[in-house]
């Protein structure tokens, strides 16, 4: 069987440019896959494992959200830029760049899956099915969950992380190293860190403009826009099937994903018991499995 074609590009979004990658046939008549990165400010590299769907029938698009990787960078915007609904808008206007607004697929994973969310409780008439993955649904309840992760972590970590956060100095060798005792426990487990996935942390290392104004330095010391936004209150709009996804030792801890299995109508749960925040990393091939499952539930479903 032939490799699936892949095709790279960009779509104008007002002044700027969103860079995507579509591996697959956008024709081939099932609906692509859209996939939307973590972060804010993250970029595509980290799920690059996802293109693989496209040997298996499923067109998929990969894109930088604005600000980072291939897309327009914009190192002097203001917190007061970075917004949900400019992300919103971004991804509107990818979808009817690339003709595919009548049918697709969403696949978020963390911030994306929130964004993933937000879109899909508008019930646009060309979504045919969500996956929200490692995702929680309200960041006060993420950073309530964070505050517990972060005191399971040993005294002197603890004590290292606090005291830097105090000083405003966690861009310090002696807090990244702190930091990643966290990230080694609930962000990645495979070390060293796949090549992917590095990848994209040093994207955002590189340029941390979007990051830092919506998040904060790090998953666990959100102090940017987002430390208030919350979509509880949306998703029991989403009028799709829905396949939840996180890890036994995820960051997005079964507290903060339970709000959307409570609250979506037509959703089920699946808990990778060696995986953390990348179960498409950590546990591929189960991951995989699942994926085609659930996509070739929907195709049998819109068959029906």
Same mark, same amino acid.
């Given at each position: 069987?032939? /490799? ?6 960009? /779509?104008?979004?007002?002044?700027h ?9 956008l ?25 693989s769907? /496209? ?6 698009? %990969? ?33 009817? %760049? ?18 993933? /969310? ?5 019930r ?8 929200i ?30 005291r ?6 966690? *861009?310090?060798?002696?807090? +990244? ?30 340029d941390?403009?979007?990051? %830092? ?7 666990? %010391?959100?102090i ?8 509880? *209150? ?8 829905t ?19 409570d ?10 018991e ?9 546990e591929?091939?189960? +991951?995989?499995s699942?994926?085609? *499952? ?11």
């Amino acid at each position: 069987m032939p /490799a699936p074609q892949i095709v790279k590009g960009t /779509a104008p979004f007002g002044d700027h440019e969103t860079w995507f990658r579509v591996s697959g046939d956008l024709e081939c008549g099932r609906p692509p896959l859209v996939v939307l990165h973590g972060g804010p400010g993250s970029t595509h590299d980290y799920l690059l494992p996802l293109a693989s769907l /496209a040997a298996a029938g499923w067109p998929v698009v %990969h894109y930088d959200q604005l600000g980072n990787g291939g897309s327009t960078r914009l190192p002097d915007r203001g917190a007061d830029f970075w917004t949900v609904r400019l992300f919103r808008e971004e991804l509107d206007n990818l979808l009817r %760049h690339l003709g595919v607004s009548d049918e697709y697929l969403l696949f978020g994973q963390s911030w994306g899956g929130m964004l993933a /969310a937000d879109h899909a409780a508008d019930r646009p008439a060309g979504l045919r099915g969500l996956v929200i993955a490692n995702a929680p649904a309200s960041m006060p309840l993420w950073l309530r969950e964070m505050d517990v992760l972060r005191k399971q972590l040993p005294p002197e970590v603890q004590e290292t992380l606090l005291r830097h956060e105090a000083a405003g100095s966690t *861009d310090t060798a002696e807090y +990244f190293a702190a930091m990643r005792v966290f990230y080694d426990r609930h962000v990645c487990r495979i070390l060293p860190w796949p090549r992917d996935y590095l990848a994209t942390f040093m994207e955002i290392n590189d340029d941390p403009t979007v990051y %830092h104004a919506m998040n904060g330095p790090n998953e666990f %010391h959100v102090i940017g826009t987002l430390r208030d936004w919350s979509v509880e *209150d949306r998703i029991p709009h989403i009028d799709v099937p829905t396949l939840l996804i996180s890890g036994r030792y995820d960051e997005a801890t079964p507290a903060t994903v339970q709000p959307y299995f409570d609250r979506i109508p037509n959703v089920r749960w699946e808990i990778f018991e060696e995986s953390s925040h990348m179960p498409h990393l950590e546990e591929p091939e189960r +991951f995989t499995s699942v994926l085609v *499952d659930f996509l070739s539930e929907l195709k049998e479903g819109a068959r029906g």
